[in-house]
Nanobody, 115 residues
Framework: QVQLLESGGGLVQAGGSLRLSCTAS??????LGWYRQAPGKQRELVAT???????DYADSVKGRFTISRDTKLNTVLLQMNSLKPEDTAVYYC???????????WGQGTQVTVSS
């Protein structure tokens, strides 16, 4: 059974930092990543990392966020620095099955950045 367990959200002032963690279990994933959804907006890509450690970032977070993975632990981390109020959203862990390409989602963790 596939499970994605997220942690690390919270409230921080603008300019501060947070680190999100997601541990995926149940199978091997070709990519792990994070999406976010702000109130009244569509869910959007934040960052992803593939098995070969190639990464992809939304333009809005480049230079501020860093995604990394521990393959042994099947864990993906999102280090978020220089946070802005517009980063406020529910952040969802996302994992793509290595063979079927089926996408799994975590339950979401709230990140709130105050101005």
């Amino acid at each position: 059974q596939v499970q994605l367990l997220e942690s690390g959200g919270g409230l921080v002032q603008a300019g501060g930092s947070l680190r999100l963690s997601c541990t995926a279990s149940g199978t091997i994933f070709r990519s792990l990543g994070w999406y976010r959804q702000a109130p009244g907006k569509q869910r959007e890509l934040v960052a992803t990392i593939a098995l070969d450690d190639s990464t992809d970032y939304a333009d809005s977070v480049k230079g501020r966020f860093t995604i990394s993975r521990d393959t042994k632990l099947n864990t993906v981390l999102l280090q978020m620095n220089s946070l802005k109020p517009e980063d406020t959203a529910v952040y969802y862990c996302h994992a793509v099955h290595r063979l079927t390409t089926y996408a799994y989602w975590g339950q979401g963790t709230q990140v709130t950045v105050s101005s």
